[in-house]
């Protein structure tokens, strides 16, 4: 039950879609795109053209249950709709913990770009980060939407300058050179379709938005959008600058484009760049994932003290609190680079079940209002979220035997507190 009264609903169209180009642009695009040039070679733009297309097929999905239920609690909301609340609750947890430590793994990232320019470890530096995010978190969620607004223009500033520089190289490579064949495109698109994560977190503001079962919708739609133009334009123009080879040997692709077409402060500036692009994600995960335990303790499903909300400041400041404190402690760790995998886990086994969601409550709640509804189906089944179910366990495939061990371990973590928490079936 909510402590304090609701959350305040002060987000609009463009904050929400803003909020939403900061967190999925994160900092993937100025990490991944090296790697991916040396499995799909100049092709690398087919392949996060492959992924935009496996992504957004999910992201219509959640776009269809955020407008029928717009829940801080998102994923535990929609699946304890189509498959009961011990699923929604499990589903829940691993979004949750995939949510803290990603958070965690973004700011030692922070941390390790901040070390290059002065003395201070990472460790200490990602535990300042995180409390200094947590703090403005709490401060207000409208605070916290124009400081993440003011961070993504950043983030999209320095894509631009990087479209801008390859502009007059356009050309100059043969783009369907792809030194490993169409394999190594489909590797690099399973590769970089973790630069199109974020989405998902949007629809956890939605008892923050305004008119949120149109609002939401659309803002995933448009965000999605304008980062599938962004990542196709950057790619084109990186390896008419670098070409493949230049690119997949590179750890800081950007910053070594703009540092041999401007000069050494050009590479100083992106390496500036990328600091508020990990600040930016790690602040957007700590608000989702403090969304997200609100709602589901608001729903009964997790210990109430995190349903809290601020009197005067109308966030659910136990909830940014608790998720801050374990995200720092997660930090301790070090290097989690096998996190990631684990958030992937979670991910791809949560797009399966929303997916199927969208399918089950199509058929069982025919009825029941949509603002927004995936366009194409055959009778009542809808064709995308069955792609999307299909393209989610595509990536699934794609995991190390040891990730699916531990995952295994998380999830049985999360059936084993259901019995706990979970107030209905």
């Not at 069955?386 to 995952?407: C, D, I, M, N």
């Amino acid at each position: 039950m909510d402590r304090g009264g609701g959350l305040r609903r002060e987000l609009g169209l463009a904050e929400v879609t803003l909020t939403g180009v900061g967190i999925i642009l994160g900092a993937g695009i100025y990490a991944l795109l090296g790697e991916a040039a040396g499995l799909a070679g100049n092709a690398v733009w087919a392949a996060f053209g492959l992924s935009a297309v496996m992504a957004s097929c999910t992201g219509l999905s959640y776009a269809e249950l955020a407008s029928m239920f717009p829940k801080a609690s998102a994923e535990y909301a929609y699946v304890s709709q189509g498959f009961g609340g011990r699923a929604g609750f499990v589903i829940g947890w691993l979004i949750l913990l995939s949510g803290v430590l990603s958070a965690a793994t973004v700011a030692l990232g922070f941390g390790g770009y901040f070390g290059e320019a002065t003395p201070l470890p990472v460790i200490p530096v990602a535990m300042l980060l995180i409390a200094g995010l947590s703090l403005l978190s709490i401060r207000g969620i409208r605070e916290t939407a124009f400081s993440a607004i003011a961070m993504t223009m950043v983030e999209i500033g320095g894509i631009v300058a990087i479209v801008l520089i390859g502009l007059p190289h356009l050309g100059e490579v043969d783009y369907l050179e792809a030194p490993l064949g169409l394999p190594g495109v489909f590797q690099g698109a399973a590769l970089v379709f973790f630069a199109y994560m974020g989405f998902e977190e949007m629809v956890k503001l939605a008892e923050e938005t305004k008119n949120p079962e149109k609002t939401i919708p659309k803002a995933v739609v448009i965000a999605l959008a304008i980062v599938v133009v962004l990542y196709m334009l950057v790619t084109l123009s990186a390896v008419s600058v670098m070409g493949w080879e230049g690119l997949a040997g590179s750890q800081a692709p950007f910053a070594e484009i703009a540092g041999a077409a401007l000069g050494a402060q050009a590479f100083t500036v992106l390496t500036v760049v990328a600091l508020f692009a990990t600040a930016n994600t790690t602040l957007l995960l700590i608000v989702a994932a403090s969304r997200l335990a609100y709602g589901m303790a608001a729903a009964g499903s997790l210990p109430s003290p995190l349903g809290t909300v601020h009197p005067r400041f109308g966030t659910p400041w136990v909830a940014v609190a608790g998720v801050g404190a374990v995200a720092a402690l997660s930090t301790l760790a070090g290097e989690i680079a096998f996190v990631a995998n684990l958030t992937n886990l979670a991910l791809f086994l949560t797009f399966v079940l929303i997916n199927a969601t969208v399918i089950v409550l199509r058929i069982r709640m025919p009825e029941t209002a949509r603002p927004f509804r995936v366009p194409l189906a055959l009778g009542p089944v809808p064709v995308i979220p069955v792609l999307g179910v299909l393209f989610s366990l595509f990536l699934l495939a794609q995991l190390e035997a040891r990730v699916y061990l531990l995952g295994l371990l998380l999830v049985g973590t999360g059936v084993a507190l259901s019995y706990r928490w979970q107030a209905t079936g």
